[in-house]
């Protein structure tokens, strides 16, 4: 679940908001074609060129959080913030009040990839974004997670174009989530389009 469920569902996820907003999947196929063209594979080391798309990944995981409440457990009594937490108390982060939050992004509730871009279309780090959570036991799998998502996403947007299936408008695409282990999509149709 750790390993796979969770890079293959954010993936679903890219598909699925990629199909509803049409017009940021040019753009990402603009990015790949300028950099890649349309036969060389793409690898890590090619991120930094490609700013869009990792803005694209990164607005992804952040919009969906999909892991947001990972139970945890005090093991030892702790004071925090006025509060008095026995040990062996189960505690849940929720890393959507960080991910969506007001103050820091703009436009917290839309799928907006300008989250992580400068003016230059340069990508931006925030801090605001942690998806992997953060402290000493955040997700040990983060940066083989980052690696995957960009290989995985850039490849498969390389050689197809995502659309509803005829008779679906983008509209009516659901963007809501079931949860269980993760936050999934509802299980929909996608047609993968050969460039
Ligand atoms: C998009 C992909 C992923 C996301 C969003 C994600 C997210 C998370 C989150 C939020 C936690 C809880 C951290 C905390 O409680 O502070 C976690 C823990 C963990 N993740 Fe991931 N994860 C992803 C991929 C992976 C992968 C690929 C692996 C392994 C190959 C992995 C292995 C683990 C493990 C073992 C833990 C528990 C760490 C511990 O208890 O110390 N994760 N992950």
Known sequence: MAGTETTSTTLQWAILLLM?????????HAEIERVLGPSCLPTFEDRKNMPFTNAVIHEVQRFVTLLPHIPRCTSYDTHFKGYFIPKGTTVIPLLTSVLLDKTQWETPDEFNPNHFLDVDGNFVKKKAFLPFSTGRRNCIGESLATMELFIFFTGLLQKFTFKPPPGVKES????????GFTMRPHPQCACAVLR
């Open 172 to 179: 009516e695409l659901d963007t809501t989530a079931e949860a």
């Open 20 to 28: 509803k907003y049409p017009e940021i999947q040019k753009k990402v």
